[in-house]
């Protein structure tokens, strides 16, 4: 009986021994996974882009390029200081619309330099950082076939991207105003705008910003037109993060806005919105809107007659 007690005594035992190993195990290994750590000890920030100009793109030479690819390059030079490392290398990892969110929170990528809207939904999972960029879901189509309005789409096919809040945007304002839209689903952005210039859509429905760009971008601006009413109101781009690493997010938001208020802001600006883009050979030309200065806070007070974002 005593024989048995002790063997019993001693299976509690390592039974206990196990339990703590794996608690502080965990908790050791989820404190090494942390993302400034993770920095810390390899010395590469992963950041994902996407495919959409002049925000984060493969250029035709096989480098990334865009906006916002050059404000997390200025992120990483700060992220480097904080850190005190010698060296911090970017590895860069494409994304889809669909996947962007998953990367990051199944740790594939630290963070996502690219035109993400900043939404109710996304905001439960995913970290935003303070805005970018400003834009409104529109759509485009070709000036030929006079769609310029909302209503102007009744009984229309609309192409639009998976994984864009673009897609919701759209079939709200159909159900709402009873369109009896056709919702074309496609992967890319490329894709969903080559199926309005071939007829196959009669308008694409995106980021008003994103649709300049494409316009632009073909060297024939005239042939489309950019509806004149747009589908939603203004709202924020951002960076994302991982949902749950506060730590690594309260200090790219510190870091950003320590670059928004430096002068190598207004240049990496007017490099992407108000010169020729030097890889693409077009000009967006659109000035810095007074909503974004506030955002950014580089102005206090939006000009008379706007409101600052909510």
Known sequence: MESMIVTHVRALVQLLLIAICIIF???????????????????VLRVAYGASAPFSYQADDGTVAGYSIDLCAALAEQLRQALQLPKLRTEYIQRTPSNRVQML???????????????????????????HFISQ??????????????EDLRGKSVSVVLGTV???DILKVSREKKLNLVSLPLDTVQGAFDLVSSGRASAFAMDD?????????????????????????????GFMTHVD???????????LRKIYASPQMPEIYAR?????ITSAGYCICLPMSDELKVAMGIATTPAAGQEAPK
Not at 27 to 35: F, L, N, P, V, Y
Not at 137 to 150: D, E, P, Q, W
Not at 221 to 227: A, E
């Open 272 to 276: 992407w919105f108000l010169r020729p």
């Open 137 to 150: 879901t529109r759509f485009v189509s070709l000036a030929k076939n006079n769609i310029r309005t909302v």
């Open 209 to 237: 910003i994103l649709l300049r760009t494409m316009v632009a971008a073909t060297g024939h601006s005239t042939d489309y037109v950019i509806s004149t009413e747009a589908i939603t109101e203004p709202t924020p781009y």
């Open 105 to 131: 929170n199944d740790g594939q990528a630290d963070i996502e330099c690219a035109s993400s809207s900043n939404t109710p939904d996304r905001m439960k999972v995913a970290t935003f950082a303070p805005p």
């Open 25 to 43: 195990c965990g908790t050791a290994a989820a404190q090494e996974s942390s993302t400034l750590e993770r920095i810390r000890k390899s010395g």
């Open 245 to 255: 690493d506060r730590e690594f997010s309260e200090l790219v938001a510190t870091l």
């Open 166 to 168: 673009n897609v919701a």
